[in-house]
């Protein structure tokens, strides 16, 4: 079955480390979508990619890294200049034919800061 | 610039009764509207999408939305709720000049009473 995964499900960080938090799909998407989500704010756009080797900016980059070396996987590095992170973080993907196109998503990684 | 307005951070309802989840949306280009659904602890799953055709739009688990262009509005409904149907719901917009990204609501928790 073609589908997106996240891992860890769970993860435990603590002050002053850098995490990566890992998003692989298998549905032959282009473009990987890196989200936030705290309670009562919905999804905010942390990066997104639309092609391997090319990324951009969301609206709440400050602190994340991302790379996109293969089609398939675009992980996301959560640094220590996140001075917020505890947070519920979602990976989608989606085919760039199109706007028509939904958003796939995996089933997340909850990130806790000791 | 798109925004969506999801009008109830929760609705609790009875179970068996209808339900109506209210999205309304500003945008000063055409878009496209999608509804998704959040089950505790998961990622986010397609409920349904106005792309264009019929404003009625049928998707899984036996809800529809009505698209509004006047009234800018994309209302969600089930005319019987069940136990199963407790969640968190979101609305997001992509519009013809987003680039691929969608703009999120904040999302409705729907709240079953037995």
């Known amino acids: 079955d073609g589908g997106i995964t996240q891992s860890p499900k769970y993860l435990f960080r603590k002050e002053g480390q850098n995490v990566t938090l890992s998003c692989e799909q298998n549905?032959?998407?282009?473009?990987m979508y890196w989200y936030r989500q705290d309670p009562g704010q919905g999804l905010r756009l942390i990066y997104y990619?639309?092609?391997?080797?090319?990324?951009q900016k969301g609206d709440i980059a400050e602190g994340y890294s991302v790379s996109r070396e293969k089609k398939e996987s675009f992980p996301l590095t959560v640094t220590s200049a996140q001075k917020n992170p505890t947070a519920f973080y979602l990976c989608?993907?989606?085919?760039?034919?199109?706007?028509?196109?939904?958003?796939?998503f995996g089933p997340g990684t909850r990130l806790t800061v000791l | 610039a798109q925004s969506v307005t999801q009008l109830d951070s929760q609705v609790p309802v009875f179970e068996e009764a209808p339900v109506e989840l209210r999205c309304n949306y500003s945008?000063?280009?055409?878009?496209?509207l999608f509804w998704y659904v959040q089950y505790p602890n998961q990622g986010l799953q397609l409920l349904l999408k106005?792309?264009?055709?019929s404003t009625l739009v049928k998707g899984i688990n036996g809800f529809e939305a009505e698209f509004n262009k006047s009234q800018t509005s994309f209302h969600l409904r089930k005319p019987s709720v069940h136990i199963s149907d407790t969640a968190e719901y979101f609305c997001?917009?992509?519009?013809?000049?987003?680039?691929?990204?969608?703009?999120w609501g904040a999302g409705t928790k729907l709240i079953i009473k037995p």
């Open positions: 989608a993907s989606t085919l760039t034919s199109g706007r028509r196109n939904e958003q796939f």
């Open positions: 549905l032959n998407h282009d473009a």
């Open positions: 990619s639309q092609i391997v080797n090319d990324f």
């Open positions: 945008s000063s280009v055409s878009v496209y």
């Open positions: 106005y792309l264009s055709g």
């Open positions: 997001a917009v992509s519009a013809m000049d987003s680039n691929y990204q969608l703009i």
